[in-house]
């Protein structure tokens, strides 16, 4: 069955972590269904064990991302608020 | 220096004509002497609007009372207060009843009020709720359009002012709570003239991005001509075109602007719109290790099941198996066929053997014996073939058929014997 084939490395860093959750809740679901080989059952269970892994390492390390659109338009904001990042700033 | 600092009193007593100098305090006495005289000023009424009112812990009141184009300081005391049905609310719309005086302290004057009573609705208010039954009117503010928040989103457009508390609170709380988005600041003044139009530029221009999975609208507190923006008809209608759910935390708890309304989601405070933009990350370890634990269970139980299951499929395979009682019985049955045809085999062969051997016994000497032959031997049993090996007068044995001659040999002729017999 193709549900037991398993994400690769690279896959498991580039998903989104929500994408990860719901692979781990369909393997969870797969798993307690029971309609699953013995192996399948194994395989999916490792593959699940990977996911939890991954989204822990992906919550430990999480840091906020943080764009700014149009700095241009930023322009007519009072200029100051020492203590802010730079990049709050209008160039 | 030090010659010149007693010349200043010795110019002031040498003018003929001095100033008249008042210290503050005269000047404050007499301005509020001057306040006190005035009749009207002693029992006014004044209508306004009540902006940023305080609550010390002294029990009293301040605040400032307001129409388009001035305001003025008031202090309600704490008895009046007591006794008052109104409670100074900030944008309330009251009619002040009080005398004025100044304060002489601070060189100020203010309305010392004695009773508050609702008014109509103040101006702003007024344009506020004119605004509001129309849009109402439209259907933009009902329940059946607010779309739910996505529980994980991956980017979130923020529109506010970037520098200041707000900003910083959101990117605080949402780094505490769930720092695996992407935040997309989309920059706006948010207040004064031009805070309506820079609005609704941040907000399509936060509109057209891709992937975005929804946008928080926030501001900071402020009194009602500062929260103006969001009760601006131009901003409430670029909320709606939304193409993405919207939250909007804008002021302080008990600010509600028409943004809010028609907003899909409304918080009191930007701190709150970005809490609920987010999941509680805090959970999600928890979570996690919960699904986790599902899925061991799930394998185990499942072993466990299996186990069960191939128990019963053995017990199924015996009851199913064949009477193997009947089996060794045909078995049996076999083997003793299989001897009995075997023996039958045997007999015949016997049977074979026996008419073989009653051929051969033909061809034996008895037979021959029978058929007239005798056989000659010594007293030792050797058998004679050679006259030589017996000599005159030696015994011999003759062997007939039916028995022995006792004889003496008389003679002996070595001519051969066949043809002696032919």
């Known amino acids: ?91 | 220096m030090a010659d010149f600092a007693p010349e200043r009193p010795t110019l002031w007593q040498a003018s003929s004509l001095p100033p008249r100098i008042l210290r503050v305090t005269d000047l404050n006495r007499r301005v509020r002497a001057l306040l006190d005289g005035d009749p009207t000023l002693a029992d006014v009424w004044v209508e306004g609007e009540i902006s940023t009112p305080s609550f010390p812990p002294s029990g009293h009141c301040f605040f400032t009372l307001k129409d388009s184009a001035s305001q003025v300081r008031a202090v309600i005391f704490r008895e009046e207060l007591a006794r008052s049905a109104v409670r100074p609310q900030h944008g309330m719309a009251v009619i002040c009843h009080g005398r004025v005086r100044a304060y002489e302290p601070q060189g100020v004057y203010q309305l010392y009020v004695e009773s508050i009573t609702p008014a109509g609705a103040g101006d702003l208010h007024a344009r506020y709720e004119q605004l509001r039954a129309r849009l109402a009117t439209e259907g933009l503010f009902d329940a059946d359009r607010k779309r739910p928040l996505p529980r994980w989103p991956r980017r979130i457009g923020v529109v506010t002012s970037p520098v200041g508390a707000v900003w910083q609170d959101i990117r605080n709380v949402i780094r505490r709570r769930y720092p695996l988005v992407e935040l997309v600041l989309s920059p706006t003044v948010v207040q004064g003239e031009a805070a309506s139009p820079a609005v609704v530029v941040a907000l399509k221009r936060v509109f057209a991005q891709r992937g975005i999975d929804l946008v928080i609208l926030a501001r900071g507190g402020g009194s009602l001509e500062d929260l103006w923006a969001f009760n601006d008809e131009r901003v409430v209608r670029t909320l709606v075109t939304a193409p993405v759910p919207v939250v909007v935390g804008v002021g302080h708890e008990s600010d509600v602007t028409l943004a809010d309304f028609v907003a899909d989601v409304r918080a009191p405070t930007p701190s709150a719109a970005a809490e609920l933009a987010v999941p509680d990350g805090t959970q999600l370890p928890a979570i996690l290790d919960r699904l986790r634990d599902r899925a061991s269970s799930a394998l185990l139980g499942g072993a466990a099941e299996r186990r069960r299951v191939l128990a019963a499929e053995a017990r199924a395979l015996v009851s199913a198996a064949p009477d193997l009682g009947a089996a060794r019985q045909r078995t049996a049955d076999l083997v003793d066929r299989g001897h009995r045809a075997l023996a039958a085999r045997l007999e015949r062969h016997r049977a074979t053997l026996d008419g073989v051997r009653d051929g051969l016994r033909a061809l034996g000497p008895a037979a021959t014996l029978t058929r007239g032959y005798a056989v000659a031997r010594l007293a030792n049993g050797t058998i004679v073939r050679d006259p030589a090996q017996a000599p005159v007068g030696e015994r011999l044995e003759v062997v007939v058929a039916r028995g022995l001659l006792g004889t003496r040999v008389e003679e002996t002729r070595s001519d051969g014997g066949e043809e002696l017999l032919g």
């Open chain 1, 1 to 91: 069955m193709t549900q037991a084939e398993s994400i690769t490395d690279a896959e498991l860093a580039k998903r989104p972590f929500d994408e990860l959750v719901a692979e781990l809740q369909r393997i969870v679901a797969a798993l307690e269904a029971g309609s699953v080989g013995l192996e399948e059952s194994i395989t999916l269970y490792r593959e699940g064990l990977r996911i939890h892994a991954a989204c822990e390492e992906r919550l430990r390390s999480a840091e906020l991302t943080i764009t700014e659109l149009g700095r241009r338009a930023a322009a007519t904001a009072p200029a100051a608020a020492a203590g802010e990042p730079a990049s709050a700033e209008p160039g």
